[in-house]
């Protein structure tokens, strides 16, 4: 598999490119803290457009490419209307000609794959509808952190969406004992199941599907959940609420889990939704360090994507 110009998922890469930026991320995160200066975007400029609201993609983006020595610059999606003002490959190909990356947050995965393909500059997913890869990179840091990334089994509990099909992938292209666990009916995408499946019989990864919560944590070491309606599925919010509500993780939920399982969030979480104010806030809860990852990790893609010329 050859490296590819964009993050637009993790799939699309080699294990050992997704592992080198691991580590780069934890070496980045440790040079941060000594305060040691790293300047891999000095004279680059990257551009930050977000269709959905975001605060940490948005905020840990514009100070990661400040903190590599890079000028962040925000396009407001209005300013633009992708597709609408302007055709998307003219966009793209105006946009190569001034920056020299470009983040990207859209609803329609395909925006991000067409800006990647017209823009002549590494494009950077920073969430769609269909995938969240730069969140499930700063989860493996984090899990890596408190555990074993290969051994340790993550445990989905909730929506078949987004930011679970990262973690498919994820778990595929770098051996990860992953269950996902959802309502029969709101099951992760069918084609996302299928490429991770493959990934994982080449990796020695293990992808489980299970419904019943009590059951799918029995064995986790982490316990990973998200919103229930995410970004552009709020008029779904109230049957939402009803079809997930046996799908709660809250002490009870954790109580299953071994002890020592650890709870993950990408957040914004909903308390006393998906995740209970207790767990949010207990101390097995690490989704502050999930959070703070976002800007080491990002910061490796970055510096793994950059045209260094
Ligand atoms: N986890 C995450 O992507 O958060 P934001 O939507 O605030 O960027
Ligand atoms: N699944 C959520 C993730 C937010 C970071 C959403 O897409 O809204």
Known sequence: MS?????????????????????????????????????????????????????????????????????????????????????LQDVARNLSRYCHMIVARTFDHDLVVGLARHADKPVVNALTDDLHPCQAMADALTIQEHGDLRSDRLVWVGDGNNMVSSLIHLAGVLGMQLTVCTPERYGPDPAVVERGRELAAASGGELRFETDPVAAVKDAAFVYTDVWASMGQESQAEERRSAFAGYQVNAQLMAAAPSGARFLHCLPAHRGEEVTEEVLESSASIVFDQAENRLHVQKAIMEALVDPS
Request: aromatic share 8%; charged share 25%.
């Open 3 to 87: 490296r590819p110009k964009d993050f637009i998922s993790i799939a699309d890469w080699p294990p050992e490119e997704i592992v080198r930026m691991l580590d780069r991320a934890a070496e980045l995160k440790r040079l941060r803290a000594a305060r040691v200066p790293v300047s891999m975007l000095a004279g680059k400029s990257v551009l930050l457009y977000f269709e959905k609201p975001s605060l940490r993609t948005y905020v840990s983006f514009g100070i990661g490419v400040s903190e590599l020595g890079g000028t962040p610059v925000y396009l407001p999606p209005g300013q633009v209307q992708l597709g609408g003002r302007e055709a």
